[in-house]
C-alpha cells in the first residue's frame, strides 16, 4: 500500500492580503482529499515567522505557538518543529495559497525551488511577470497578444505625467479600473 502524500498547505505571510490567504487556505483544506494527502497546514504570519497547524484569530490572522523551519536536503526538505512537540516530517509538495508580495510574485517560488520542494502553481518567471500587470502588459503588447488598453502611474515615470481624471476618461474611456501594479486586485 502507498503512503500519504505528504501536501504542506503555506497560508497567510507578511502580504496586506494576509487574511484573504487565511480564508483562502480554509477553502483548499475542505476541498483537498484527505484519504491521499496527508495535508499539514503552514501558516506565515504578518511577522513572517512560519507555524505548525497555527492558531487562526478571529480577524483571520495567523498565531500560534509551533515555530517552524525548513531544513534543506538534496530530495526536498524537513519540516522541524522548533517547539520540539513534534518530530520532522517531510514535505512531498507545497500548495502555497499565498496572496500578494511574498507569496505570488515569485519569491516564495524562488524559496521553495531553491529548497528543492515540488510546488503547486507556476515558476518563479511566471509568478513575478504574472504579479507585475505592467510588466504582464509590455510583454503582451510586445508578442502582439491582444488585451485590454492601459495607463500607467508612478512617481518617476507614467503615460501621463500629472494625469487628471479627463485624461484617464479619453484615453480609456469609461467605466475603467485602476489596480496597483504589482499587489493583488
Known amino acids: 500500500m502507498q503512503s500519504k502524500i505528504n501536501v ?11 487574511e484573504v ?3 483562502s487556505s480554509q477553502n483548499v483544506y475542505d476541498a483537498i482529499n484527505k484519504d491521499k494527502y496527508n495535508v ?3 501558516g506565515i504570519t504578518k511577522e513572517g515567522q512560519w ?15 509551533s515555530p517552524l523551519a525548513l531544513v534543506p536536503g538534496s530530495e526536498g526538505a524537513q519540516l522541524v518543529d522548533l517547539s520540539g512537540k513534534s518530530e520532522l516530517q517531510k514535505i512531498d509538495v507545497i500548495f502555497p ?9 515569485g519569491t516564495m517560488q524562488g524559496l521553495l525551488k531553491l529548497l528543492n520542494i515540488p510546488f503547486v502553481g507556476p515558476s518563479v518567471l511566471g509568478s513575478a511577470v504574472g504579479m507585475d500587470k505592467e510588466v504582464m502588459k509590455r510583454l503582451l503588447k510586445d508578442s502582439q497578444i491582444p488585451s485590454a488598453m492601459y495607463l500607467v502611474f508612478n512617481k518617476y515615470t507614467g503615460d501621463i505625467p500629472n494625469p487628471t481624471f479627463e485624461d484617464v476618461k479619453s484615453t480609456l474611456g469609461l467605466p475603467c479600473f ?8
Open 8 to 18: 504542506g498547505i503555506l497560508f497567510g505571510g507578511k502580504s496586506v492580503e494576509h
Open 21 to 23: 490567504s487565511v480564508r
Open 40 to 42: 499539514l497546514m503552514i
Open 51 to 65: 507555524m505548525l497547524n497555527p492558531i487562526i484569530s478571529k480577524e483571520d490572522t495567523v498565531t500560534g505557538n
Open 97 to 105: 495559497i499565498l496572496h500578494g508580495a511574498y507569496g505570488e510574485d
Open 178 to 185: 485602476v489596480k496597483p501594479a504589482s499587489l493583488g486586485s
